[in-house]
């Protein structure tokens, strides 16, 4: 699709993209009480969640708790999990560690991870945090496992705090027997919920501040068509409000009505 509704709108870049700056994350009430609980895991040691719907903001609302540690007391991993063994995700720790030797042994890797660590955290001075995005995915084996990258000096240093983020699922997960030793650890959990439409008129209206543009495109129902259609998750309503701008200004109108919001739902899932 074109592109000449930047123009058309005055929009100086994509207002609905998702390379957004952490600096230009819109600070919901969500977003601030992931933070909170992100710093209280992280303080204690212990292991965080933060659950919701596809597109509600998790990957959004972490990475704007983690951009706020400082680099210089902070060493920060940032992990998008798969379905894959242990081992993967061993593998994974290493790499993000810089760790470049390989093996085919769980608890050799286990060991250099923690071996890291500690160097990290008595050396170095730094305290470490591991972010573990789209835990959702993990394979039950992966969460029976898990809480030992964490256990340093028979359990009694708290050197690896872990924030886990994933869908709805990644409760049920926990909540096997099997997934007890890492549940137990949780002490703070975030739900993500879809927002309200009050707020999707603030999100939308920040979106394209952002982008340049200070006053409102969108019409009364067209943002109660963007709010309903998208459920009140942010991904679907970018997918919608960018769709419904392109429509708008293929029919050169300077605001944005419902039936563009229809026009634009007509394209995504
Ligand atoms: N607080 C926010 N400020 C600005 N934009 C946001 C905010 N939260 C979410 N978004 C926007 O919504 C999009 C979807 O958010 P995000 O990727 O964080 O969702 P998610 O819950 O991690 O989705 P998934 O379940 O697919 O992993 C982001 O690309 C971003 O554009
Ligand atoms: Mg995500």
């Known amino acids: ?116 660590i500690t160097d990290l955290v008595l050396d170095k001075k730094l305290k470490v945090v591991l972010v573990v995005d789209e835990a959702s995915l993990m394979r039950l084996e992966v969460f029976a496992e898990l809480h030992t990258i964490c256990q340093f000096e028979k359990d009694s240093k708290p050197y690896l705090p872990m924030i886990l983020a994933g869908q709805n699922n990644l409760v049920d997960k926990l909540s096997y027997r099997s997934s007890q030793p890492l549940a137990s650890r949780i002490v703070a959990r975030s739900h993500l919920q879809a927002t309200t439409l009050d707020a999707m008129n603030t999100y939308l209206e920040h979106r394209l501040a952002i982008a340049g543009v200070e006053h409102n495109l969108f019409d009364q129902p067209a943002l109660t068509a963007i709010h309903q259609g998208s459920g009140g998750l942010f991904r679907k309503a970018n997918h919608l409000a960018r769709g419904a701008l392109i429509a708008a200004a293929a029919s050169n109108k300077s605001m944005v009505n419902a039936e563009h919001v229809q026009l634009a739902a007509t394209e995504i899932f």
């Not at 009430?29 to 212990?46: I, S, W």
């Not at 560690?97 to 890797?109: D, F, G, Q, V, Y």
């Open 1 to 116: 699709m074109n592109e000449n509704y930047r123009s058309f709108f005055g929009l100086k870049k994509e207002p609905f993209g998702t390379d957004i700056a952490i600096k230009d994350i819109l600070q919901t009430e969500q977003l601030v009480d992931v933070k909170t609980r992100f710093d209280y895991v992280t303080r204690l040691g212990a292991v965080g969640l933060v659950t919701g719907e596809v597109g509600s903001g998790k990957s959004t609302a972490v990475r704007y708790a983690q951009g706020h540690l400082h680099p210089s007391e902070y060493k920060s991993i940032y992990i998008t999990a798969s379905s894959g063994s242990i081992m993967e995700f061993y593998r994974q720790m290493l790499s993000e560690l810089s760790i470049h030797r390989n093996s085919n042994s769980k608890t050799i890797m286990c060991r250099l991870i923690k071996k890291e």
